[in-house]
């Protein structure tokens, strides 16, 4: 089948298989890797993305169920030269380590923060509890989306 997608602010068509799930999408046909693939059973994070602004966990999505709309990975982030406000944070606060989690940590943190711009930290800490760590212990993690919370 053909998807027309919008991916990282340009639109590309593509023909694919219809079980084709949207982190193998982007992957194998975008080419884009940050997106990682961390578990097979939808609960780790680590291929966590934005569709149409609200993060996903891509490995659950047919590329099928974004035709036509808004998919966002941690590439595009950063513009000419400079870090996106959360991807500074999560450098400023140490919030990585391996780095395996980070670009669903920082998309879920985004999509987070797009629901509710001022979380407490309680809030944060439920909101990436389907991000797994295994580096950080999540308290820098934290930190950094709370002081990305206080900029804006
Ligand atoms: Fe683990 Fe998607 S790869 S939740
Ligand atoms: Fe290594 Fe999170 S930084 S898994």
């Given at each position: 089948m053909k998807v027309t997608i919008n991916v990282n602010g340009e639109e590309r068509t593509d023909e694919v298989e219809s079980r084709l799930l949207l982190i193998h999408y982007l992957r194998e046909v975008c080419e884009l890797r940050a997106a990682n693939i961390g578990c097979d059973s939808s609960s780790c994070g680590a291929c966590t993305v934005l569709l149409d602004g609200r993060s996903v966990?891509?490995?659950?999505?047919l590329a099928a169920q974004a035709d036509g709309h808004e998919v966002t990975t941690v590439e595009s982030l950063a513009t000419a030269g400079e870090l996106h406000p959360m991807q500074a944070a999560f450098r400023a606060e140490h919030g990585l380590q391996c780095g395996f989690c980070t670009p669903g940590m920082v998309m879920a943190s985004i999509g987070l923060l797009k629901d509710n711009p001022s979380p407490t930290e309680a809030e944060v800490r439920s909101a990436l509890e389907g991000n797994y760590c295994r580096?950080?212990?999540?308290h820098n993690i934290v930190r950094a989306v709370l002081s990305v919370a206080q900029q804006s």
């Open positions: 966990k891509s490995c659950t999505v580096c950080t212990g999540y």
